[in-house]
């Protein structure tokens, strides 16, 4: 997927990167963003877990930064939509 030429303007103006390290750096916030929220659970508490911490306390750290992180949407059927919209 190739970054909006927009987008890629406007990271070299503000930032003076090359336009080939503005497209990198995209794809890289892109490619982030995108890991499904069930990834990201299970790959925070795996890391987590690696430091000693106890399920509570990982549940509870999980779940307030899920409230600021952006991850990608799951993926939903025309029924879930539907339910999104008249329920």
Same mark, same amino acid.
């Given at each position: 997927m190739?970054? !909006?030429?927009?987008l890629v303007e ?7 990167l090359? /336009?080939a390290e503005?497209? $990198? *750096?995209?794809? !890289?916030?892109?490619?982030? @963003?995108?890991e /499904? *929220?069930? !990834?990201f659970? $299970?790959?925070r508490?795996?890391?987590l877990?690696?430091y000693?911490?106890?399920? /509570?306390?990982?549940?509870a $750290?999980?779940?307030a930064? #899920?409230? !600021?992180h *952006? *991850?990608a949407? /799951?993926? #939903?059927?025309?029924? @879930? #939509?539907r339910? #999104?919209?008249?329920?």
């Amino acid at each position: 997927m190739t970054p !909006d030429r927009a987008l890629v303007e406007h990271v070299v103006a503000s930032t003076g990167l090359a /336009p080939a390290e503005a497209v $990198r *750096v995209i794809e !890289d916030v892109l490619a982030f @963003q995108a890991e /499904p *929220v069930e !990834d990201f659970v $299970r790959r925070r508490h795996r890391e987590l877990k690696t430091y000693g911490a106890k399920n /509570p306390e990982i549940f509870a $750290r999980i779940a307030a930064e #899920l409230r !600021d992180h *952006v *991850v990608a949407a /799951p993926h #939903l059927t025309e029924r @879930q #939509l539907r339910r #999104l919209i008249y329920t």
